[in-house]
């Protein structure tokens, strides 16, 4: 019989497992309010934080991709795994013990999924690898973390391991661990010989396992220590289920926190590079791991950055002094503009790397190294120069033509305007302004589509940061409303209160029908909240929310209905915490309000039609029946102007 996971124990952990403390693994978050934090998004590129928690609420949305939901549902996403996966691990995260249901077996370890089996076997091997590198045979691998000026402490902060020199030795001793050969295999630990068998990945290489932002082993890089070792001098796990090169920095588990709060990252080239910068007392250095620093790292680090309009972080690039380091600088200025921040360059003299500069100048040198670092711009653009013969007038010309375009690649006007000028001095140009008014006019010339400012589209239930319009025969998108249109502002912080404090909202918002919402999709959500119970079910926090979520229908606007419940239970109410009652009480009062005066000017006209002669007695009722609702809308703006007119 299949394992389940009890509901029980799904509750449990999600009410333990912090949804904050989980984000805030991969995103730096900071407050935004009343039980709330903000930060950049880590499902797109963005500039200005648009993705919320609500810590007491347990749940988190995004209102640049539309994305929301618990603490479950955020790490499917950014692990691509499945719900039990996301369950499992953070059981494990938090020491949790699932009592699983439905086995035929006595075993206490349930048959895990795909990712977790991954987790646990380079956990396994990390550990198996740093027991080696204690053995007699891995003599040559102290070594050279001894010529590299680390010691055992260093070697054991880092995880450093050994990979012996047997075919499968690691393989059987994982095996008798019981880990299967496809779950090895899975993990680029073991490969099938050429003889159908079992060997291991690594041999006779000293290792560095590669870790992600929350600590997990995803990988492993290993370097050559002997010269009839026929491979590479640098070996890498290939990609894997957990292992992406192109979405993974060495170190990065441990300058994570030091990124944030610093507000800066220092980029490297090896693994030891990052050994040297922290030993050095530089926390925020990381490595890529084997590729090019690409727009996958950029996102990292900014997520960690949280660069923003209010914050500006740095990326410093300490690249190797050769002409190697000096191509690897160019590559990143290349794409330097995704990132809004100061991005800078410091390399080291006489073409070492950091780890060759800490050995012969000690700590001290790396720590000037960095505060010496130049502008990226300024590092490129005198990159370029060196390329010409400044001291002859050809040679000048040929400068400027290879460097004005770039310059007018600047985006912000004022810092292009002030390179133009730097330009001018560093060429040697005795006239300024021609160098200034030739960068402006080539930052005038069309951009190519890539760097084209995408057209404003129509803002779509299904998404949020401006919808796409339908495809092919799909079914066409209910408008999302305007978050700041004022003639709705009461109706959506009504439904707004009654996502997060269904117990304050209770009957006095369920007794509102759905035609008191004017807006499709307003009034949509609200009867998937009356299918779902209505506020006085008893349920609130996630539980609420699945509620609603579970009521709507299945069809295309539901499902972008779900993006807008995300937007309702992270958006901050504008309201003390001991003014919320009476906040939520005249938001309500102000939708009834609205609700009733149109209920009262379609009476007006009936009662202006009826003749008080002819019809006396009806012309009487629905005469006392407008005075009665003329009596309930002053009552109505009492209680609405009492507790909101602070607030509108």
């Known amino acids: 019989m299949a394992r389940r996971i009890p509901d029980k124990d799904i509750a449990a952990i999600r009410e333990r497992a912090r949804i904050e403390e989980v984000v805030g693994e991969y995103v730096a978050l900071k407050p935004g309010g009343v039980d709330s934090l903000k930060g950049l998004s880590p499902f797109k590129d963005e500039k200005t934080p648009s993705f919320h928690v609500r810590p007491q609420h347990g749940y988190y949305h995004c209102f640049s991709t539309g994305e929301g939901g618990d603490v479950y549902s955020f790490l499917m996403k950014m692990e691509h795994i499945t719900f039990v996966e996301a369950v499992e691990q953070l059981a494990d995260r938090i020491g949790y013990q699932i009592n699983y249901e439905g086995s035929d077996s006595g075993s206490?370890?349930?048959?895990?999924?795909?990712?977790?089996?991954?987790?646990?076997?380079?956990?396994?091997?990390?550990?198996?690898?740093?027991?080696?590198?204690?053995?007699?045979?891995?003599?040559?691998a102290r070594d050279f973390l001894a010529r590299k000026g680390f010691d055992r402490a260093a070697a054991e902060a880092f995880g450093c391991g050994y990979a012996p020199s047997g075919w499968d030795t690691m393989t059987q001793a994982l095996r008798r661990q019981g880990f299967s050969f496809e779950d090895l295999e899975a993990a680029k630990l073991s490969r099938k010989s050429s003889r159908g068998t079992y060997i291991d990945w690594f041999h006779r290489r000293i290792l560095w396992p590669i870790r992600n932002s929350a600590a997990e082993v995803v990988g492993f890089g290993a370097r050559k220590l002997f010269d009839d070792d026929q491979m590479g001098k640098y070996m890498n796990t290939s990609d894997s289920l957990v292992y992406k090169k192109s979405q993974v920095l060495f170190g990065i588990d441990l300058a994570r926190k030091e990124i944030a709060k610093q507000r800066q990252a220092v980029v490297v080239e090896g693994y030891t590079d990052v050994m040297a910068m922290?030993?050095?007392g530089i926390k925020t250095a990381v490595a890529t791991c084997g590729t090019a620093f690409g727009p996958e790292h950029m996102t990292l680090l900014r997520r960690l950055l949280l660069d923003d309009s209010h914050f500006r972080g740095q990326i410093i690039y300490t690249f190797d002094g050769d002409e190697a380091g000096k191509k690897a600088a160019m590559r990143a200025f290349a794409g330097d503009q995704q990132f809004a921040g100061k991005s800078f360059v410091a390399i080291a003299p006489g073409g070492m790397d950091p780890n060759d500069l800490r050995q012969n100048s000690g700590d001290a040198a790396l720590r000037d190294l960095i505060a010496s670092r130049v502008?990226?711009?300024?590092?490129?653009?005198?990159?370029?120069?060196?390329?010409?013969?400044?001291?002859?007038?050809?040679?000048?010309?040929?400068?400027?033509?290879?460097?004005?375009?770039?310059?007018?690649?600047?985006?912000?006007?004022?810092?292009?305007?002030?390179?133009?000028?730097?330009?001018?001095?560093?060429?040697?140009?005795?006239?300024?302004?021609?160098?200034?008014?030739?960068?402006?006019?080539?930052?005038?010339?069309?951009?190519?589509?890539?760097?084209?400012?995408?057209?404003?589209?129509?803002?779509t239930v299904s998404d949020d940061g401006g919808g796409r319009a339908p495809e092919g025969n799909a079914a066409p998108r209910m408008l999302l409303p305007d978050r700041r249109d004022p003639s709705l502002w009461p109706q959506r912080e009504a439904l707004k209160a009654a996502v997060q404090e269904p117990a304050l909202a209770g009957p006095l918002f369920d007794s509102l029908p759905a035609e008191t919402f004017r807006h499709p999709a307003y009034r949509a959500l609200a009867?998937?909240?009356?299918?779902?119970?209505?506020?006085?079910?008893?349920?609130?926090?996630?539980?609420?929310?699945?509620?609603?979520?579970?009521?709507?229908?299945?069809?295309?606007?539901?499902?972008?209905?779900?993006?807008?419940?995300?937007?309702?239970?992270?958006?901050?109410?504008?309201?003390?915490?001991?003014?919320?009652?009476?906040?939520?009480?005249?938001?309500?009062?102000?939708?009834?309000?609205?609700?009733?005066?149109?209920?009262?000017?379609?009476?007006?006209?009936?009662?202006?039609?009826?003749?008080?002669?002819?019809?006396?007695?009806?012309?009487?009722?629905?005469?006392?029946?407008?005075?009665?609702?003329?009596s309930y809308r002053r009552g109505l703006l009492e209680r609405a102007s009492g507790a909101t007119q602070d607030m509108a």
């Open 278 to 280: 922290h030993a050095a």
């Open 375 to 459: 502008p990226m711009f300024e590092f490129a653009i005198r990159t370029m120069l060196e390329n010409h013969d400044l001291d002859t007038a050809e040679g000048r010309v040929d400068a400027l033509r290879e460097t004005v375009p770039v310059v007018g690649q600047i985006q912000d006007a004022a810092l292009r305007d002030d390179y133009a000028r730097q330009l001018a001095g560093w060429v040697g140009w005795d006239d300024p302004g021609q160098v200034l008014r030739r960068v402006r006019e080539e930052s005038r010339k069309p951009r190519s589509a890539q760097g084209a400012r995408p057209q404003r589209r129509m803002r």
């Open 527 to 630: 009867e998937a909240m009356a299918n779902a119970g209505g506020t006085a079910q008893g349920k609130s926090g996630v539980d609420w929310i699945d509620s609603i979520v579970n009521a709507m229908s299945p069809s295309a606007a539901a499902q972008g209905l779900r993006s807008l419940v995300g937007e309702l239970a992270t958006e901050e109410i504008p309201a003390s915490q001991d003014r919320l009652p009476m906040f939520v009480e005249g938001v309500i009062a102000r939708v009834q309000e609205t609700w009733v005066s149109q209920q009262i000017a379609v009476l007006r006209g009936t009662v202006q039609r009826m003749n008080p002669q002819t019809e006396p007695d009806d012309y009487a009722a629905a005469f006392g029946d407008l005075i009665a609702l003329e």
């Open 108 to 140: 206490d370890g349930p048959d895990r999924g795909a990712r977790a089996r991954i987790i646990a076997a380079n956990a396994a091997a990390q550990k198996f690898y740093a027991e080696q590198l204690g053995s007699e045979e891995a003599q040559v």
